[in-house]
T-cell receptor, first 111, second 112 residues
Framework: GENVEQHPSTLSVQEGDSAVIKCTYS??????FPWYKQELGKRPQLIID?????GEKKDQRIAVTLNKTAKHFSLHITETQPEDSAVYFC??????????FGAGTTVTVRA | NAGVMQNPRHLVRRRGQEARLRCSPM?????VYWYRQLPEEGLKFMVY????????ESGMPKERFSAEFPKEGPSILRIQQVVRGDSAAYFC??????????FGPGTRLTVT
């Protein structure tokens, strides 16, 4: 099955700086890559996603890039704010529905 | 439009009892997914259902676990004869079709 690896496991950044989280996937047939944000004790929230026919997607301070050849994708958060502190999960899907998740990155934004 | 609803939010069961977890998808969503999350880990796919059909249950343990999504009412994840290793957060997600999945608040199951 699909295997998704996510790095780093923890990330501490100064408020206003950028944060970058990277994921790699194993199955070249994967075609959908969402990112979720989960605050402590809360539900995972879909923040951005990208499909395999697109190399980059941006939504305000959040952007995702996809390199199909290298089988990796990244989440970029610019101008980080304290409310960006959370656990972020990447995921990949080869069949439109079965998401394989990374282990998560705990992001802490220091004021 | 209310989000995905799950209940109960917390469930305590003794070893050997049954646990029933309920999930009501978002209005207009006919696809339901169940995931399990162990502490400090990512979510693991368990099962994908559409109304009255199990589409993919490849992530479900072969024994004690079952899921359904009846024509009327919520989706149910049922765990029989619970063991301590079943303690986890169980999340349900729904979608109107393929791609975007929206998650519920989860049910935290504790087996004592």
């Amino acid at each position: 099955g699909e295997n998704v690896e996510q790095h780093p496991s923890t990330l501490s950044v100064q408020e206003g700086d950028s944060a970058v989280i990277k994921c790699t996937y194993s199955d070249s047939a994967s075609n959908y890559f969402p990112w979720y944000k989960q605050e402590l004790g809360k539900r995972p929230q879909l923040i951005i996603d990208i499909r395999s026919n697109v190399g980059e997607k941006k939504d305000q301070r959040i952007a995702v890039t996809l390199n199909k050849t290298a089988k990796h994708f990244s989440l970029h958060i610019t101008e980080t704010q304290p409310e960006d502190s959370a656990v972020y999960f990447c995921a990949a899907s080869i069949n439109d529905y079965k998401l394989s998740f990374g282990a998560g990155t705990t992001v802490t934004v220091r004021a | 439009n209310a989000g995905v609803m799950q209940n109960p939010r917390h469930l305590v069961r003794r070893r050997g009892q049954e646990a029933r977890l309920r999930c009501s998808p978002m209005k207009g969503h006919s696809h339901v997914y169940w995931y399990r999350q162990l502490p400090e880990e990512g979510l693991k796919f368990m099962v994908y259902l559409q109304k009255e059909n199990i589409i993919d249950e490849s992530g479900m343990p072969k024994e004690r676990f079952s899921a359904e999504f009846p024509k009327e009412g919520p989706s149910i994840l049922r765990i029989q004869q619970v063991v301590r290793g079943d303690s986890a957060a169980y999340f349900c997600a729904s979608s109107p079709g393929p791609w975007e999945q929206y998650f519920g608040p989860g049910t935290r199951l504790t087996v004592t």
